[in-house]
């Protein structure tokens, strides 16, 4: 049985992730670039990455059976593209150049061949243009995201002449790569993901360039307040500067709205391009070595995040509005595109619509006249649907937390309650003080109902728990249950009377197994060990275990980690051999 094949046409930072992602997938790949040294260059960066997708076990073949499906074609896009039944093209954001590509690909490749652009911003419709007219219907846009071994997403795009078998094959082969699609109705210009970026890093760059906010504030809030694994700077950098211009550009001259920011338009004509430069907003130890630089986590209170992201909302508002794509495929392509945790209508929800409208009414005022705001979210506010707190905004809610604590109170009071104090919400636990009582209440989100006690102590240490990132568990001071997770009210007898403990750190592996994590509910996707570990303290813990499945033995000792990366909001808990 002979390897279905497909060719890659660009082997720079994108061709080079696109054909690994084929060749793990088992086809065979025709890579092809201009020069010889940038496919030598390619297949070594390939190489490396097999290397750390094998390290974390998500590799069943040897790193070498894989790169031996890897054809390299010298300035030989013809060559490339014979006998195969996909080709990919990510060359340089030029138009004429991605054109002369079509052209030549469309004159060898076999008739029932299709013909998909990895471009970020150009209209698939003019590229479809290129190719002869019976070809045009198998012309789609396949818009995989930086780095595409990583990021889960690829955007599919229909052009004027695309038909629904081509959407449905690149679906599939999308499918076949372990990616989740996401089809954008409408060839607009930067699709979905790359419009509602660029509207945050126009923003970001207007906070700095108004002496606002310096990007290290920016940062920081984007990511421990927000939780984005990257602040916007920090990804300018991570994806090429020059790229983002080109990607800017390109969408302006298509008649997407706003000026262009001098802080980082500076930057491309300083050619600080970032990690690539070995400079950009933060500096690097060389060109092309990525390190995390250090963004202090206290400046995350220095800038409203609302300001920050109300224009990235107002754009995703746009996108419902015009049909581009559905509402949960809009918040799907951010999360899964980006890495956000929460889509940007579920942001807007939580911020509050109202919040939002009025964020984007003082940037029209400064003479922002893009950001004004969308009638759609002028039609929520209208209606009273403001999100979360109302329970009901761009999503229903079946009740806003702060509406369920509040109702219980009055009920129990006999009277209205005015506000409530909101003590903490970053943990994912909200905790509001009534300001009556000095009552602790929360919602316990494993059992989905309110909790509420006037024992302020306990809660308290409870939360400061959380704030530790250490693994709690109770102990009812009457029956002496233990109880993991932890219970206000000792299940059993019924007693508020339980005393806070801190698990052990140390326990050892019952047993174990992989399982496959499925992007649409969990923003990391892809296979994961997950084991019961038994504790000292006496009860079992289910958790990840950070380790090459083969490695782990029943009994082995393994110890606790407290992952807190990418901020309070997502503390992970796992085990590591000890
Ligand atoms: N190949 C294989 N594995 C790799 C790898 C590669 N090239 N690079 C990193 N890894 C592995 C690491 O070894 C690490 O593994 P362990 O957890 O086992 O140690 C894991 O991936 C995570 O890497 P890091 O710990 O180094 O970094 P991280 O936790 O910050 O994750 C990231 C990296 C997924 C890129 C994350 O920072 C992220 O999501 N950033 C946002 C990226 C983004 O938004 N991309 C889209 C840009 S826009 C775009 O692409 C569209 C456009 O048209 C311009
Ligand atoms: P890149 O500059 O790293 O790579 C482009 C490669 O195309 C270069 O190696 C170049 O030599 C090659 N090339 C140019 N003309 C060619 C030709 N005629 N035949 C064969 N190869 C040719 O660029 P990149 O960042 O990989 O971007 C490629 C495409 O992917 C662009 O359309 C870009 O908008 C899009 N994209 C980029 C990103 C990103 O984050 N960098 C993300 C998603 C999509």
């Known amino acids: ?44 960066s390939i190489e490396e990455s097999l290397k750390k997708v094998k390290e974390r076990g998500l590799l069943k073949e040897d790193v070498s059976a894989v790169l031996s499906r890897i054809k390299p074609f010298v300035n030989d896009v013809c060559g490339a593209v014979g006998g195969v039944e996909l080709v990919v093209e990510a060359v340089v954001e030029d138009i004429e150049v991605k054109k002369r590509v079509f052209a030549e690909a469309d004159r060898c490749a076999p008739p029932e061949a299709v013909l998909a652009t990895n471009t970020s911003s150009l209209p698939i419709t003019e590229i479809a243009e290129a190719v002869r007219p019976d070809r045009r219907p198998k012309v789609v846009g396949m818009h995989f995201f930086n780095p595409p071994v990583l990021m889960p997403l690829v955007e599919i795009v229909k052009g004027k002449y695309t038909n629904d078998e081509t959407v449905k094959k690149v679906v599939d082969y999308t499918k076949k790569l372990g990616k989740e699609p996401v089809v954008v109705n409408k060839d607009v210009p930067g699709f979905i993901v790359n419009r509602i970026l660029a509207r945050l890093n126009d923003s970001a760059c207007w906070l700095v360039a108004r002496g606002l906010a310096t990007p290290e504030t920016v940062d920081a809030v984007a990511m421990y307040k927000v939780g984005l694994p990257m602040g916007v700077f920090l990804l300018l950098d991570f994806v090429g500067i020059d790229v983002a211009c080109f990607v800017a550009e390109a969408m302006r001259k298509r008649g997407f709205g706003g000026g262009s920011c001098p802080v980082i338009a500076e930057k491309c004509q300083q050619k600080k391009y970032g990690v690539k ?30 300001a920050l992201f109300a224009p990235a909302v107002n754009e995703a508002a746009y996108l419902l509005r015009d049909g581009v794509a559905t509402r949960e495929d809009i918040d799907k392509a951010v999360k899964l595109g980006l890495n956000w945790p929460k889509g940007p209508l579920e942001l807007a929800d939580e911020m509050g619509i109202d919040t939002v409208v009025k964020a984007l009414e003082e940037w029209t005022s400064m003479g922002f006249k893009e950001l004004a705001p969308d009638p759609l979210l002028l039609q929520l506010a209208k209606e009273g649907k403001l999100g979360r707190k109302t329970g009901e905004g761009f999503y229903k809610y079946a009740k806003s937390v702060v509406i369920a604590v509040t109702e219980t109170l009055e009920k129990l009071y006999g009277e209205p309650i005015k506000q409530l104090e909101s003590l903490i919400t970053a943990t994912g636990v909200p905790v509001y003080r009534d300001p009556r009582s000095g009552a602790l209440l ?49 299940p059993r007898c019924k007693t508020s009377d339980v005393e806070w403990r801190e698990t052990s750190t140390e326990g050892e592996l019952i047993t174990w197994t992989v399982i496959n994590v499925k992007p649409a509910s969990f923003s990391h996707h892809g296979d994961y060990v997950v084991g ?19 490695a782990l033995k029943p009994g082995m ?22």
Request: overall charge positive; glycine content about 8%.
């Open 1 to 44: 049985m002979t390897m279905p094949r497909v060719a890659v046409i660009g082997a720079g930072t994108m061709g080079h992730g696109i054909a690994e992602l084929f060749a793990i997938a088992g086809y065979e790949v025709h890579l092809t670039d201009i020069l010889q040294e940038i496919l030598d260059k390619a297949l070594k």
């Open 277 to 306: 430069a070995g400079e950009g907003f933060y500096k690097y130890p060389a060109p092309g070595k990525f390190t995390r630089p250090n963004i202090p986590k206290e400046l995350s209170d220095k800038l409203d995040p609302v």
């Open 442 to 490: 929360w919602v316990d989100v494993r059992e989905m109902r309110l909790r509420f006690t006037l024992s302020v102590n306990k809660l308290e240490k409870f939360v400061e728990g959380l704030q530790r990132g250490r693994l709690m568990y109770t102990q009812c001071r009457r029956c002496g249950a233990k109880y993991f997770p932890p219970q206000v009210d000792c």
């Open 532 to 550: 019961i570990v038994k504790m000292p303290d006496g009860f079992n813990v289910t958790a990840w275990i950070d380790a090459d499945p083969k």
């Open 557 to 578: 000792k393994v110890r606790l980690v407290v992952d807190r990366r990418l901020g309070e909001n997502y503390i992970t808990y796992w085990f590591k051999p000890a």
